[in-house]
Structures are given as structure tokens and as C-alpha cells.
């Protein structure tokens, strides 16, 4: 009797380890981004002053002026792959840890010349705690949420228009996401979720015209956003 529940609890022991493996997948979801561009600018006059008894000397009197542009974009789809790896500590409790790449192409609103096309990247390390309300071979249902380290890549003619300096920016940051997975059939599961990114970037950049200073400062910041990811799991 006793060899019998041992042969039992191994066969379910395997059967469970069976559903540990790499998977594989897509995604699409809807993003935006915000920008703030602030330009400083320093001229500078020289006069010449005769104090009446033929001394001359020179006075350079400042002028500064601050403009500040607000900018958002459109609200576009965006794509992504995904892979990594899921592995069940309980039968209803498991975890997943993943790399995934995401391409933005979006559309500024309202810039002075009319919209333009505009892009960035992400590349995401993350890891998803997964709790299943149910599940058997066919089906199953769960709650994720986890966190994730990203690295993100700025493209934009808003940013370019503000000087060469600002032509690419990289930054790193943060991620948190939630939302509900269901194993839809044997191998293939579908997420449903919203994840924020926590990486405003703020960089500035000098520069002369004649004897003017412009000093520019780029801030962008990324939206919260929705998704749609069809997995295929080993």
C-alpha cells in the first residue's frame, strides 16, 4: 500500500514538472509617451560707455528668456517578443522570469511642423509571480503580477529638434506589472494586463549661436499601458 501512494505521489510529482519549461511569445498593447522640452536662453550685448572725461569702457548687460513646450503622443499600438522561463512551486502557485523586447512607433501631437512619426525601444528582465484559481490539463486560470528592470531607447524629432545632443537617449528603469493568464488549451496560454514604467529621463544640453547660449532640457516619460500576449509554453 505503501509503494503504491509512493508510485502515485511520483507520477504526480512528474506530471507537475512536466508543466515547467520554456516558453515563447507575442504581444501587442496601446502606449504613450510625454514630453517636456525647455529651452534656456542667454544673450549677451556689449556697449561702450564714456564717462564724459574720455575714459571708455565696456558694459555687457544679460538677457534670459525660459520656453517651455509640453508635447504628448497619440495613443499607438506597439509589438512585442517575449521567452523565458515558468516553473511551479505548488500545483496553484508558480513563477516565471522572462526577457522581452517591445518596438514603439508613435505620432507627436500638435509639434509646430504638424505630427511626426516617432519611435522607441524597450528591453525588459522580469519576473511574474502566477496564482491559479483553477486548472487542469485543458484549461487554467490566473492572477500575475511582478517587476522587471528596463532599459529604454528614445527616437524622437521632438527630442532631435532640441539639438544633436539629444538625438538618441537611453535610460534605464523600473516595471511593474499585473494581470490575469489563461491556459487556453495544451501549450498555449494568453495574457491580459496593464504595466507602468518608471524611467523618466531628464537630460540637458548646451549650446552658442553667435553670441547667444541655448540651453535645452529634454524630459520624457512613458505612460501606463495595456497588452495582449499569446505564450506558447513548452
Avoid: W
Amino acid at each position: 500500500m505503501k509503494r503504491a501512494f509512493f508510485v502515485f505521489g511520483m507520477l504526480c510529482a512528474l506530471a507537475l514538472a512536466q508543466d515547467d519549461g520554456l516558453f515563447l511569445g507575442l504581444s501587442m498593447g496601446t502606449s504613450r509617451l510625454h514630453f517636456d522640452i525647455t529651452s534656456d536662453t542667454l544673450s549677451s550685448q556689449t556697449t561702450e560707455v564714456d564717462d564724459g572725461e574720455g575714459n571708455v569702457s565696456n558694459v555687457t548687460t544679460y538677457t534670459g528668456e525660459r520656453t517651455n513646450n509640453r508635447f504628448s503622443t497619440s495613443t499607438r499600438n506597439y509589438f512585442g517578443a517575449i521567452v523565458g522561463f515558468r516553473s511551479f512551486l505548488q500545483p496553484d502557485l508558480a513563477i516565471r522570469g522572462y526577457g522581452e523586447y517591445e518596438y514603439h512607433p508613435t505620432t507627436i501631437k500638435h509639434s509646430v511642423e504638424g505630427d511626426r512619426n516617432s519611435k522607441y525601444y524597450n528591453i525588459t528582465l522580469g519576473v511574474d509571480g502566477m496564482y491559479y484559481f483553477m486548472r487542469n490539463e485543458q484549461f487554467g486560470i490566473s492572477a500575475f503580477a511582478g517587476v522587471g528592470a528596463v532599459y529604454s531607447r528614445y527616437d524622437s524629432y521632438l527630442v532631435s529638434a532640441a539639438g544633436e545632443a539629444f538625438k538618441k537617449i537611453g535610460t534605464l528603469g523600473y516595471m511593474a506589472n499585473a494581470g490575469v493568464h489563461v491556459d487556453v488549451a495544451t501549450h498555449h496560454g494568453i495574457d491580459i494586463g496593464a504595466r507602468y514604467i518608471g524611467n523618466e529621463v531628464s537630460k540637458k544640453a548646451g549650446s552658442f549661436v553667435d553670441d547667444v547660449r541655448i540651453d535645452n532640457t529634454a524630459k520624457i516619460l512613458q505612460k501606463p499601458a495595456f497588452f495582449v500576449r499569446y505564450v506558447y509554453q513548452f
